[in-house]
């Protein structure tokens, strides 16, 4: 028999990417950058427990340590333009001014959602993907539902879509009281006894 391999065997996952335009890569909701140069281009991404590695026709452009946190990014500086100006027209000012045409509870949201980034242009998924939502629920309840989000100090997408999922944002219906009837029993004493 032959001796082992010296190094254990690495189980490993491929999976095809389309490259953000914010130049970073999706796996399992964590978020790793990539040479901006590859924005909008399909590249191949090989993770393990352990690494992230990300491939362009055949070479290796990017190398991670693997992070399990969801909605994070995980950056490296030399993949970021000098300025970011390959993304002038998703400035903050345009997505907080879109949000603001919403309401004013929608603007400051998507404000709260860029403040809570590194990068101002890491933020700029998940403020696409809050304005989004006036397309299922109609721009009246993403305010509404904003304007919750922001009164119970959770401003984030995924408050504001389960808001919005729930239906907290609409107002309940004052028709009817409702009927409770109270157990007969020694030691209750019923809205009565109070009066």
């Known amino acids: 028999m032959r001796p082992l391999p010296a190094a254990p065997y690495v189980f490993a996952e491929w999976k095809e990417l389309t490259v953000a335009f914010d130049y970073h890569v999706d796996i ?11 924005v ?14 990300v491939f362009f026709r055949g070479e290796r452009v990017a190398t991670h340590v693997r992070s399990y946190q969801r909605g994070v990014h995980t950056t490296i500086a030399d993949h ?4 970011h100006r390959a993304h002038a027209e998703w400035s903050p000012r345009r ?14 949201v998507v404000e ?13 998924r998940a403020c696409l993907g809050l304005l989004s939502l006036s397309r299922e629920y109609g721009e009246q309840r993403l305010e ?15 408050s504001v879509k389960s808001i919005l999922e729930s239906g907290r944002d609409l107002p309940r219906a004052q028709s009817e009281p409702l009927a409770f009837e109270m157990p007969m029993h020694g030691n209750v004493r019923g809205p009565g006894y109070y009066h």
């Open 144 to 158: 509404t539902a904003s304007a919750l989000a922001l009164r119970l100090c959770s401003p984030t997408r995924k």
């Open 95 to 108: 997505l907080i001014q879109w949000g603001e045409s919403i309401g004013p509870a929608t603007g400051a």
């Open 28 to 38: 399992d909701r964590h978020y790793y950058s990539v040479p901006h140069a590859l």
């Open 112 to 124: 709260q959602l860029l403040r809570s980034k590194p990068h101002l242009e890491q933020g700029y």
């Open 40 to 53: 909008g281009h399909s590249a191949w991404a090989r993770f393990s427990a352990g690494s992230v590695e």
């Open 80 to 83: 970021m333009p000098k300025s």
